[in-house]
Nanobody, 124 residues
């Protein structure tokens, strides 16, 4: 059974930085598509960033391109999301997700494993 656990959320000022981490157990991340999603109050869950295949290429939502960076630590089986220059509109619960069939998808319904989420609040 694959389990994901996020950490690192909190309150950050706009223009600051924050790093989220996701520790994965039960399967090595190099065999999974890994992604970060977020969900703001009253909004649908949306794709933020992902590493889908073994080539390690990262994919980003337009809203975060150039500000956020996803990375994988294969030695510790972790995935990180470095958030630089966050904006108040980045405020959301951030979720780590894994797709065991590696569809390379940006759709939340294609992911079969989820963490519990971590709250990120960006103050103006």
């Amino acid at each position: 059974q694959v389990q994901l656990r996020e950490s690192g959320g909190g309150l950050v000022q706009a223009g600051g930085s924050l790093r989220l981490s996701c520790v994965v157990s039960g399967r090595i991340i190099s065999s999974l598509s890994m992604a970060w999603f977020r969900q703001a109050p009253g909004k649908e869950r949306e794709f933020v960033a992902g590493v889908f295949w073994s080539d390690g290429v990262a994919y980003y939502a337009d809203a975060v391109t150039g500000r956020f960076t996803i990375s994988e630590d294969n030695a510790e089986n972790k995935v990180h999301l470095q958030m630089n220059s966050p904006k108040p509109e980045d405020t959301a619960v951030y979720y780590c997700a894994a797709d065991s069939t590696r569809r390379g998808s940006r759709q939340s319904y294609d992911y079969d494993y989820w963490g519990q989420g971590t709250q990120v609040t960006v103050s103006a």
